[in-house]
């Protein structure tokens, strides 16, 4: 299994459902590059609120996840304002 980042296995799991469902996103549908980034944020986001995953959004996480998709989606690329727009809009919620 790969590690994200999470202070656990059963985190580092989680996370990485996430990004297969992200790449299954991209693969299977075609979404674009920023639609599945801002899926997988999101979904970071609420795994943020259960118990024993408040970590999911921190720094190493978000950067785990978003080099694995970069890795293996083939071209996959967001750019800054996109990449962050999704981070600083749910920070400014929580």
């Known amino acids: ?3 994200y980042g999470m202070f656990t296995d059963a985190g580092n ?3 990485d459902r996430i990004v297969e469902a992200a790449i299954n996103l ?3 549908f075609h979404d674009d ?5 801002q899926w997988a ?6 795994l943020s609120y259960g118990k024993g995953f408040e970590e999911a959004t921190d720094t190493e996480v978000r950067e785990s996840v978003y080099s694995t998709l970069e890795n293996t989606i083939e071209g996959f690329t967001v750019t800054d304002e996109e990449y962050w727009f999704y981070v600083k809009t749910f920070k400014l919620r929580g």
């Open 41 to 46: 944020y999101t979904a970071l986001d609420k």
């Open 33 to 37: 590059d920023a639609h599945v980034w």
């Open 1 to 3: 299994m790969k590690t």
């Open 13 to 15: 799991e989680l996370v």
């Open 26 to 28: 991209k693969r299977t």
